[in-house]
Protein backbone atom coordinates (compact mmCIF):
# COMPACT_ATOMS: atom_id res chain seq x y z
CA UNK A 1 0.00 0.00 0.00
CA UNK A 2 0.55 3.77 -0.89
CA UNK A 3 0.45 6.74 1.26
CA UNK A 4 0.88 10.27 0.72
CA UNK A 5 0.70 12.41 4.13
CA UNK A 6 0.31 15.92 4.20
CA UNK A 7 0.83 18.49 6.72
CA UNK A 8 1.52 22.28 7.45
CA UNK A 9 -1.61 23.91 6.98
CA UNK A 10 -3.30 26.46 8.91
CA UNK A 11 -4.56 30.37 9.01
CA UNK A 12 -2.74 32.84 8.25
CA UNK A 13 -3.20 36.86 7.52
CA UNK A 14 -3.08 38.25 4.23
CA UNK A 15 1.01 38.35 3.06
CA UNK A 16 1.81 35.54 5.38
CA UNK A 17 3.46 32.70 4.41
CA UNK A 18 3.34 28.64 4.86
CA UNK A 19 5.15 26.18 4.03
CA UNK A 20 2.93 22.39 3.19
CA UNK A 21 4.81 19.27 2.99
CA UNK A 22 3.59 16.12 1.90
CA UNK A 23 5.55 12.47 2.62
CA UNK A 24 4.88 9.28 0.70
CA UNK A 25 5.85 5.73 1.95
CA UNK A 26 4.58 2.31 1.69
CA UNK A 27 5.86 -0.48 -1.37
CA UNK A 28 7.19 1.90 -3.83
CA UNK A 29 9.22 1.41 -6.88
CA UNK A 30 9.88 5.44 -8.64
CA UNK A 31 8.23 8.04 -7.90
CA UNK A 32 7.49 10.34 -11.47
CA UNK A 33 5.73 13.46 -11.01
CA UNK A 34 4.39 15.16 -7.49
CA UNK A 35 2.40 18.63 -7.24
CA UNK A 36 -0.03 19.89 -5.19
CA UNK A 37 -3.67 20.90 -6.29
CA UNK A 38 -6.19 22.80 -4.29
CA UNK A 39 -9.88 23.32 -4.26
CA UNK A 40 -12.16 25.82 -3.04
CA UNK A 41 -15.75 25.48 -1.79
CA UNK A 42 -17.88 25.70 -4.40
CA UNK A 43 -15.50 25.11 -6.73
CA UNK A 44 -12.98 22.97 -9.19
CA UNK A 45 -10.06 21.33 -7.92
CA UNK A 46 -7.28 23.06 -9.92
CA UNK A 47 -3.83 22.68 -10.43
CA UNK A 48 -1.39 24.66 -8.23
CA UNK A 49 2.05 23.54 -9.00
CA UNK A 50 4.08 20.46 -10.51
CA UNK A 51 7.90 18.77 -10.52
CA UNK A 52 9.11 16.24 -11.94
CA UNK A 53 11.63 13.74 -10.69
CA UNK A 54 14.45 16.08 -12.43
CA UNK A 55 13.27 19.33 -10.48
CA UNK A 56 11.21 20.51 -13.73
CA UNK A 57 8.64 22.71 -12.47
CA UNK A 58 5.16 24.21 -13.55
CA UNK A 59 2.83 26.96 -11.73
CA UNK A 60 -0.51 27.99 -12.21
CA UNK A 61 -0.61 31.86 -13.33
CA UNK A 62 -2.33 32.54 -10.29
CA UNK A 63 0.40 31.53 -7.63
CA UNK A 64 3.66 32.56 -9.69
CA UNK A 65 6.66 34.58 -8.12
CA UNK A 66 4.36 33.69 -4.90
CA UNK A 67 4.69 30.01 -4.76
CA UNK A 68 7.80 27.68 -4.69
CA UNK A 69 7.71 23.95 -5.33
CA UNK A 70 10.48 21.45 -4.29
CA UNK A 71 10.92 17.87 -3.80
CA UNK A 72 13.64 15.59 -1.58
CA UNK A 73 13.50 12.23 -3.42
CA UNK A 74 15.89 10.82 -0.65
CA UNK A 75 12.51 11.26 1.47
CA UNK A 76 10.17 10.93 -0.98
CA UNK A 77 8.61 14.61 0.05
CA UNK A 78 7.25 17.35 -1.58
CA UNK A 79 7.27 20.71 -0.28
CA UNK A 80 5.39 24.03 -0.97
CA UNK A 81 6.17 27.05 0.01
CA UNK A 82 3.89 29.65 -0.05
CA UNK A 83 4.42 33.50 0.08
CA UNK A 84 2.55 36.88 0.07
CA UNK A 85 -0.79 34.55 0.59
CA UNK A 86 -4.25 36.00 -0.56
CA UNK A 87 -7.87 35.43 0.79
CA UNK A 88 -8.37 33.32 -2.68
CA UNK A 89 -5.73 30.92 -1.76
CA UNK A 90 -8.23 29.48 0.79
CA UNK A 91 -8.62 26.23 -0.35
CA UNK A 92 -8.09 22.66 0.74
CA UNK A 93 -4.36 21.67 -0.79
CA UNK A 94 -3.90 18.14 -1.87
CA UNK A 95 -0.70 16.79 -2.81
CA UNK A 96 -0.48 14.66 -5.68
CA UNK A 97 2.34 11.60 -7.06
CA UNK A 98 2.26 9.16 -9.63
CA UNK A 99 3.94 6.44 -7.85
CA UNK A 100 4.94 3.03 -9.15
CA UNK A 101 4.54 -0.11 -6.54
CA UNK A 102 7.19 -2.57 -6.53
CA UNK A 103 4.16 -5.31 -7.52
CA UNK A 104 3.27 -2.90 -10.73
CA UNK A 105 4.87 -2.65 -14.34
CA UNK A 106 2.73 1.02 -14.53
CA UNK A 107 2.20 4.31 -12.55
CA UNK A 108 -0.91 5.38 -10.48
CA UNK A 109 -1.76 8.60 -9.18
CA UNK A 110 -2.09 8.94 -5.52
CA UNK A 111 -3.56 11.36 -3.56
CA UNK A 112 -2.98 13.17 0.37
CA UNK A 113 -5.89 13.34 2.67
CA UNK A 114 -5.96 17.24 1.96
CA UNK A 115 -5.08 19.76 4.33
CA UNK A 116 -6.82 23.30 4.94
CA UNK A 117 -5.37 26.60 4.57
CA UNK A 118 -7.22 29.40 5.35
CA UNK A 119 -6.17 33.27 4.28
CA UNK A 120 -8.26 35.95 6.07
CA UNK A 121 -7.79 38.94 8.08
Known amino acids: QVQLVESGGGLVQPGGSLRLSCAASGDIFSIDTMGWYRQAPGKQRELVATITSRGITNYADSVKGRFTISRDNAKNTVYLLMNSLKPEDTAVYYC???????????????WGQGTQVTVSS
Open 96 to 110: NADIRQVIHIYTLPY
